[in-house]
């Protein structure tokens, strides 16, 4: 017998939020508006950083990237959001379901270790600024770059193929408007130990690892600025990482929540876990361009320049 030779349903039936079935219509509305802010957002950092000489530094490329994983992941979501709340289409093919599912591990993954690497870039900037532009240079950040995207695809390839190795015989109705792994295996009708340890270990290995050295960064940016006599550098200083905390703070509080949610509420109610795990994946793509264009003053103008008509 094959490794995969295991009942599979052809495809999964999405859900969209439990109790309100009655006004997924009305959803729809404001759904849509996130992705047009998020798509939308993004999309002129990405621009403005492109077509601005004064944004080419090291701050503003991993914003960049960190824009870069945001449009990613609404683009990973959104089809099957839209056309659960838009269209009451709640049918996805098994394969169709196993590639969303690992895009979006893949993609949040990707964001949280751009989120260290922006750490980083403020521990360099505010603890050894003599040397920023010389630590930082232009492969260096490419360097991260690749290596924070394969990080992502190597450690997670072998999920879709310990879920497909898994016979799916119990239901084929997904709790989300999204396949998830931790969703997909609650359908499974064999030993999901393997699965479970695994999923445990990359959490640990990648987003608690992230958080833990960003934790570590800020103590050490703190313990640097704290040994700056003027309160005023101290505050200028402490300031430039204002936005890069609040980021920070909207993706790791939500993923928090999610996780405990999932491992210590399993008798919450469906519509606890549901909206969990949405203010997760649709809020931070939404509030990151907001946060970054509100607080960096370089970052709006450039944005309003690219509004502005060329003079002739």
Known sequence: MGLFN?????????T???GLESAHSWLAG???????????ANALILQAVRVEPSLHEPMYYFLSMLSFSDVAMSMATLPTVLRTFCLNARNIAFDACLIQMFLIHSFSMMESGILLAMSFDRFVAICDPLHYATVLTNEVIAGIGVAVMARSFIILFPLPFLFKRLPICRSNVLSHSYCLHPDM???????????????????????????????????????????????????????????????????????????????????????????????????????????????????????IRLFRPIKM
């Open 6 to 14: 295991v009942t599979h349903p052809a495809s999964f039936l999405l």
């Open 16 to 18: 969209g939020i439990p």
């Open 185 to 303: 295996i609650k359908l499974a009708c064999a030993d999901i130990t393997i699965n479970s340890i695994y999923g445990f270990f990359v959490l640990v290995s990648t987003f608690g690892m992230d958080m833990i050295f960003i934790f570590l960064s800020y103590v050490l940016i703190l313990h640097s600025v704290m040994a700056i006599a003027s309160r005023k550098e101290r505050l200028k200083a402490l300031n430039t990482c204002v936005s890069h905390i609040l980021v920070v703070l909207a993706f790791y509080v939500p993923m928090i929540g999610v996780s405990v949610v999932h491992r210590f509420g399993k008798h919450a109610p469906r519509f606890v876990h549901v909206l969990m795990s949405n203010v997760y994946l649709f809020v931070p793509p939404v509030l990151n361009p907001l946060i970054y264009s509100a607080k960096t003053k370089e970052i709006c103008r450039a944005i």
């Open 30 to 40: 404001p759904l849509c508006v996130m992705y047009a802010v998020a798509l939308g």
